[in-house]
């Protein structure tokens, strides 16, 4: 049995595999679950291994019934103890007017983006509960703190899993739980999503975007292993991350519509 | 065909029943919609006419399938053009620990509390679209802002739709309709609502309140009134209320644990 | 003595002065301060008076020690008890980078957009709380809640003006004064502010905006009037207000940066 | 010359000192100030030195004119060029109702909370914009973020600093500057702050508070190192800790008024 384990529920080749990697190279047994593409997560558990860590994949359903209880449930009996989790799942489907989310869909955001969370928390509290001590980590977006046009199921699944998290932390951490969420306000360099969502545009979009515009996964997973490793005297909740040239959310463009400075 | 409707989704007997109260003071036909209790929604009907106004009453299953949608559509045909609603449902269901917040009432909150809105939105916005203007009221809650210990299906609900409301608004206000997300961060005198939650506890609570202690709910209708009301150059988005007496959610209570005054 | 007063600290022609009126109309006598130009204050005393309301007007230099205090006890003294007054202060300079913002420019912005406020309530919270009643209405910004590029001195005013009110409400409110703290997130069509900043372009930029695509003052002075006659159960503490074709300060430009949209 | 300086503005035996000694093991050399107490600074200093780090101590009287200025410009001609700062300082004064919170006193607390962080990067962000990189941390409070009771002088400071740190990444972030702003959202093991507002009653407060139950400076220190190294692609503006125990600011304390737990 491993000594700890460190589960990715979402474990592409961006954010999910790079937190697997870090958390694997220091001394956690990674276990990596994702809903397709067993090629691309062998991809990902031979290259912890060749890099000496210890990982196992599996494919997850996440939106089906008992799917996610089922894993942690195996994980705990066969592979060792989750000490630190990451849910790294969302369902974001670019811009949509209200027209055109379909019900379904934005079901669907909510399911993956929060219930699955909730389906996780009930799952993995009892264990981290019983020893004391864990940490759940929510790669989360700018979609969980404000909601801009078109995109009706993701801020809406977003929003209800920041409270989620809010309504755990003060449920858990108090039990040695520790429940952090990362607000990634910012494009990540993550072929298996934006990637996927942008297609051929992907490479000039990040080309135009300059060094270091688009966050690095290696950088986040760094961030996410000081988070989980925080001593629990000095815990932090809500972290915001995005590339140093990205406007944060909460500012207007740079260019705003009048010059109001003095002539 | 009435001039205007103003559609109470939710209508009891406090907040519902007095905002729709007003709107029919004000020359509105007001369409009140609750789930059970034919004799309450009658009496709040009657209330209103006698008073002079025009009102109708309706029992709607909002959790169901259609039913929202064809409300909707059964008004705009037969009674009149929905000027303004106010979505005033949730699913407060007390304060339960993680373990005991079974998955089906964890959706059930998401389905009232966020789900019902989005349908409603729907079938709601086209009509408004095409009229030019409309309001949208959503009667909300603290655990919209912030997640309690305890209410992981209501926060989660409530948090959802709030991000909800901010992609609506980002929508549809721009082509007349607009949003307003009320958070009520308070008791409300609601005998439907926290009377039956607390039961025989109410009156004492009323009373340990002390004089205007608790939301009079015709005073939180005058708001609502005055949100539909705002020209479309000056429209508000997030209102809060609470009695004089309470303490706002993001303050600590008046007796912190220590006293830091200086002797 | 008039029955009850209405004090606006920054009385131009636009907020300050049609929040005057509203509240003259309402039965107050308005007392309207400004730093200058006593010709336009005389104007908006004068249009008041005609309209049936009881008005005076006097030049006051907020920034000064002494002067708002004295203010305060000489209304109280000769006119009648201040039941509302309105902070319509601000020292907003345009966009500055910081090498830009001189020491004495930030030191200012706080002195009229924070300091004022306080010295403010300690002069007039006395006299609410003895007659166990009153209202601080505060016109606020977006940048109260945000800081942008190039707002140095005006965001940290705004934010600390912001932080000060929720500090009054929390002591002041059980003793019947209501703070209500108004995020303007809009332009206003005020001459004396926004005309003063754009100069000659003030008129192009109202055009450019389209209909009702700026604050209307009337429209806000009615939205402090319900404010000020909210009943004590049901008080709101924070508002925003913008245009109906303004983007709100949380949402992106409508037209962001990379079309997500699939295709 | 050293190669990289890390320079502490308050640096007492609690947050600042133990900051220092964490980037003196990581190779900066520390430059401690601190308003009094050259013994105290003297041994903090030497605590670095013993343990193998550069150090250097200087008092400071941060609210007076051209201090902090002088103090930057000599720290780069005569020790090195500061990558990193922290700034943590405030005026944190007990709970005063606004009577006995005088004019002075709530003009200190802006001072010391903000204009002196203004002051500092009005100096700094010049050196640190030639070097295309650096980094400005703040130690902040809840305060910033929410005005409780009794906290006039102190919430005003912290939310104008607040709002200055989102305008100061505004602006710098994209030239090579991260600015982070931390909330210590609880107690901490702070000999020269804490517990000198408390004085003798201090070991019986952190005893009340049980194992862990105060904010080790030790491991906020280690997140201050964690935020001066994100890569640029991956920076956090915004970070709050507190102690597994406590209750974040945004909840209610565990044992509200009213128990609403079904029967």
């Known amino acids: 049995m491993a000594e700890k384990v460190f589960l990715v529920i979402g474990a592409g080749a961006g954010i999910g595999g790079h937190a697997a990697m870090r958390f694997a190279q220091g001394g956690y047994h990674a276990v990596l679950a994702r809903r397709s593409d067993e090629a691309g997560l062998a ?3 031979d290259a912890i291994e060749e890099a000496g860590g210890m990982a196992s994949g599996t494919l997850l359903d996440a939106a089906a019934d008992g799917t996610i209880e089922e894993l942690v449930e195996r994980v705990e009996r066969d592979i060792g103890p989750i000490h630190a989790v990451l849910y790294n799942l969302g ?16 079901e669907l955001g909510w399911r993956l983006g929060c219930f699955g969370l909730f389906r996780l928390a009930h799952a993995l ?29 993701h801020a809406a ?97 740079p260019n705003p519509g009048i010059d109001t400075r003095p002539k």
Request: net charge negative; charged share 20%.
């Open 43 to 45: 991809k990902l558990v």
């Open 91 to 106: 369902a974001q489907i670019g811009s949509r007017t209200l027209a055109d989310t379909p019900h379904r869909t934005f």
């Open 125 to 153: 509290t009892p264990h981290m509960v019983a020893r004391g001590s864990g940490t759940i980590l929510v790669t989360s977006a700018t979609a969980a703190v404000r909601g801009n046009a078109g995109q009706h199921s």
């Open 157 to 253: 699944a977003m929003g209800a899993r920041r409270m989620l998290c809010q309504t755990l932390n003060a449920e858990f951490a108090p039990q040695g739980v520790h429940v952090a969420h990362v607000v990634v306000d910012g494009s990540v360099d993550a072929p298996d999503t934006l990637g996927k969502l942008l297609g051929d545009r992907f490479e000039g979009y990040k080309a135009s975007k300059g060094d270091d515009g688009v966050v690095d996964p290696a950088a986040l997973a760094e961030t996410y292993w000081h988070l989980a490793h925080q001593p629990r005297n000095c815990w932090s909740h809500e972290v915001d991350v995005r590339p140093f040239t990205d406007v944060p959310w909460w500012n207007d463009n």
